[in-house]
T-cell receptor, first 114, second 115 residues
């Protein structure tokens, strides 16, 4: 079954404590992205990756890091989380270099920073 | 940069009625994709329908259809014979043909279907 798996699904953490949200896909997709969802703002892209070792900033990259050392994994790293990073996070993946292919989303990770 | 606007934060209709959700977008691209995604209370992102800008024919998927007006940069979603299971947040989204496969989302419309 085609899947994008995110962990953890729910997390409450404290300001400044580094955390990593993992994302893994089993479809051998080249493209992977991270989005955050906030009320009234929809989803906004944080970072994306077009292949292994190829990553670039999306619209809201401040406070986040990513890496793509393996094709299947694309972790999102919050080095020093702050309360304004409290949000619902989605990982997404797709194949190919054009928009016609299906984009698969993970189930989302709720992150609360206190 | 592309922008997507959904001007209806919330809508509510009775079961079996038809409802139309509005979406406008701004882009200088001539070819692109437009999407409607459904997000039920589980927060899962579910693709409802997709429209290629180079196709004049409006996309349809069972009870879901779009009214794509390229010159007006409008992309509305019509849900016919609405069902309780259609209750969800709906997002309109834009994607360029080439590049990073980046979806640009609207703010969302919360749709409630009442029994």
């Amino acid at each position: 079954e085609a899947q994008v798996t995110q962990n953890p699904r729910y997390l409450i953490t404290v300001t400044g404590k580094k955390l990593t949200v993992t994302c893994s896909q089993n479809m051998n997709h080249e493209y992977m992205s991270w989005y955050r969802q906030d009320p009234g703002l929809g989803l906004r892209q944080i970072y994306y990756s077009m292949n292994v070792e190829v990553t670039d900033k999306g619209d809201v990259p401040e406070g986040y890091k990513v890496s793509r050392k393996e094709k299947r994994n694309f972790p999102l790293i919050l080095e020093s989380p702050s309360p304004n990073q409290t949000s619902l996070y989605f990982c997404a993946s797709s194949s190919g270099g054009w928009g016609g292919n299906t984009i698969y989303f993970g189930e989302g990770s709720w992150l609360t920073v206190v | 940069a592309q922008t997507v606007t959904q001007s209806q934060p919330e809508m509510s209709v009775q079961e079996a009625e038809t409802v139309t959700l509005s979406c406008t977008y701004d882009t200088s691209e001539s070819n692109y994709y437009l999407f409607w995604y459904k997000q039920p209370p589980s927060r899962q992102m579910i693709l409802v329908i997709r429209q290629e800008a180079y196709k004049q024919q409006n996309a349809t998927e069972n009870r879901f259809s779009v009214n794509f007006q390229k010159a007006a940069k409008s992309f509305s979603l019509k849900i016919s014979d609405s069902q309780l299971g259609d209750t969800a947040m709906y997002f309109c989204a834009f994607m360029r043909i080439q590049g990073a496969q980046k979806l640009v989302f609207g703010q969302g419309t919360r749709l409630t279907i009442n029994p």
